[in-house]
């Protein structure tokens, strides 16, 4: 039992001190205040970010879709041509579609 006084001590005595004089510094003033449930400034940094990283989710997605339709647009324009004009397999050979 004598040999877990000092452990004791270590704890309850220097533990305590140590947690305070933490709790002074920046690192210990962020950490209190993320307890308390307070939002800081970096939070309201994160939320434009997330603001900003939606608005350019959606420009891709609209751009993404007009690149399709006119991908589209594109292979019936070909199918057009081809069916009209016929194709060429080989140089001089003109092959009729059915």
């Keep these: 039992m004598e040999h877990l006084i000092p452990i004791f001590g270590i704890i309850f005595v220097i533990g305590p001190i140590a947690v305070l004089v933490i709790s002074y510094t920046p690192l210990g003033r962020a950490v209190i205040e993320r307890l308390r449930g307070r939002p800081n400034a970096s939070d309201d940094g994160l939320l434009q970010l997330q603001d900003e990283i939606d608005r350019l989710h959606e420009q891709v997605t609209d751009q993404d879709r007009r690149f399709e339709e006119l991908h589209e647009r594109l292979d019936f324009a070909e199918r057009l041509l081809t069916r ?12 009729t579609p059915v």
């Design 84 to 95: 009209r004009s016929g194709v060429e397999d080989e140089p001089g050979e003109v092959v």
